[in-house]
């Protein structure tokens, strides 16, 4: 017999000890490929001793976790209502132009994953972008073109 979810879940309703390992060998598998490849889901489940479905229930319900192969970069660009009225569309363009790629796509090196949101919450810097988690605000085709300098010098890309 296989346990339930419920049988997971702590009486307070946080996540038990096998649900929170689960999530952390997600996090480890995430972290190192940039993405949850079907195969190793496969062997989390095994290993961990939790139904299939449960594993792909915990990747999709959090947004950091990817089904699909991600760039070592990752670029988020803010197309909420401040960001857009600001500017937030010829920033997506600038990116995408630089990148070679349309957002919602992934380099074929890679390299870069390209996205847009709508509001990352912090509307005062607006237009803003977001590369590999650190905030770019008030941008303009020109910050994204020293932006991604930056990354290819440090990053490796
Ligand atoms: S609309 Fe872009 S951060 Fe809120």
Redesign the pocket.
């Known amino acids: 017999m296989r346990p339930s979810k419920t049988d997971l879940e702590a009486p307070t309703g946080r996540p038990a000890g096998r649900q929170r390992a689960l999530i952390q060998v997600l996090q480890d598998i995430q972290d190192r490929f940039h993405w949850l490849p079907p195969e190793a889901l496969g062997h989390v489940a095994e290993a961990l001793g939790v139904p299939l479905a449960q594993v792909y229930g915990v990747a999709t319900f959090y947004r950091s976790f990817s089904l699909s192969p991600r760039g070592r970069h990752i670029c988020t660009v803010?197309?909420?209502?401040?960001?857009?009225v600001r500017g937030?569309g010829a920033v997506l363009e600038s990116f995408e132009r630089r990148l070679g790629i349309a957002a919602g796509r992934t380099s074929s090196d890679g390299a870069y994953t390209l996205e847009k949101?709508?509001?990352?919450?912090?509307?005062?810097?607006?237009?803003?972008a977001v590369v590999d988690g650190r905030y770019h605000g008030q941008m303009t085709e020109a910050k994204v073109e020293a932006v991604l300098a930056a990354v290819k010098k440090n990053g490796a890309a």
């Not at 803010?78 to 857009?84: F, Q, V």
């Not at 949101?117 to 803003?128: D, E, K, Q, S």
Request: charged share 0%.
């Open positions: 803010c197309l909420g209502t401040a960001c857009h937030g949101v709508n509001c990352l919450g912090a509307c005062a810097l607006a237009p803003l």
